[in-house]
């Protein structure tokens, strides 16, 4: 059973930067993708960033690509989100996800992925 603990979320001012962190265990291969979503309120969970763990192939949505950076520390199992210029819209709450099929390149799909974190609050005050 793969599981994924996620850290770092708060409370910041616009324009300010954070950064997530997400833990996964229990895994037994590694040929897979990794993501994070976001779910503002109201709204449907939508793709943020991915990455091939293998590949490093990144895929971000447009609304981040030249704000936020995904990445990945292999020898500690840790998938990162660094988000810089954070806006008031950037509020939500961060899921990672990974999926157990092989990929070289990260889905954008909420299907892709099989094993979700519990999700991590962002708030960015204007």
């Known amino acids: 059973q793969v599981q994924l603990v996620e850290s770092g979320g708060g409370l910041v001012q616009a324009g300010d930067s954070l950064r997530l962190s997400c833990v996964s265990s229990g895994r037994t291969f590694s040929n897979y993708a990794m993501a994070w979503f976001r779910r503002a309120p ?22 981040v690509k030249d704000r936020f950076a995904i990445s990945r520390d292999i020898t ?3 998938l990162y ?3 810089r210029g954070l806006k008031p819209e950037d509020t939500a709450v961060y899921y990672c996800a990974t999926t157990i099929s092989a990929y070289d390149y990260p889905p954008a799909g909420l299907s892709d992925y099989d094993y979700w974190g519990q999700g991590s609050q962002v708030t960015v005050s204007a």
């Open 81 to 83: 989100l660094q988000m």
């Open 76 to 78: 500690k199992n840790t």
């Open 42 to 63: 109201g709204k449907e969970r939508l793709f943020v960033a991915g990455i091939g763990w293998i590949s490093g192939v990144r895929y971000y949505a447009t609304s």
